[in-house]
């Protein structure tokens, strides 16, 4: 079973910068699209980024600006570059890989902290 694990969450203070990685236990064909989501304590989980598999972007609205979402196809990792973090950044990060736009696969999360 496939298996995506998040890795690079912590504590840092506003206006720091963390980098999320996201890696496949086993290589994975036919991946459209590799995203982040978040979910903060109390609320839903929400979008942070996706890119797809020709390369393009997209971003929330609060993100934007300050986080980068960038791939390694031969590494078959994602990465989330994330600065000038708020507090209101701290959720739990997901990835979610999806193949052959109908399956998605979940990561377990990582905690993001920011102190203010």
């Known amino acids: 079973q496939v298996q995506l694990v998040e890795s690079g969450g912590g504590l840092v203070q506003t206006g720091g910068s963390l980098r999320l990685s996201c890696a496949a236990s086993q290589r994975i064909f036919n991946i459209n699209a590799m995203g982040w989501y978040r979910q903060a304590p109390g609320k839903q989980r929400e979008y942070v980024a996706t890119?797809?598999?020709?390369?393009?972007?997209n971003y929330a609205d609060s993100v934007k600006g300050r986080f980068t979402i960038s791939r390694d196809n031969a590494k078959n990792m994602v990465y989330l570059q994330m600065n000038s973090l708020t507090p209101e950044d701290t959720a739990v990060y997901y990835c979610?890989?999806?193949?052959?736009?109908?399956?998605?696969?979940w990561g377990q999360g990582t905690q993001v902290t920011v102190s203010s």
């Open positions: 979610r890989w999806t193949q052959l736009s109908v399956i998605h696969y």
């Open positions: 890119i797809t598999s020709d390369g393009s972007t």
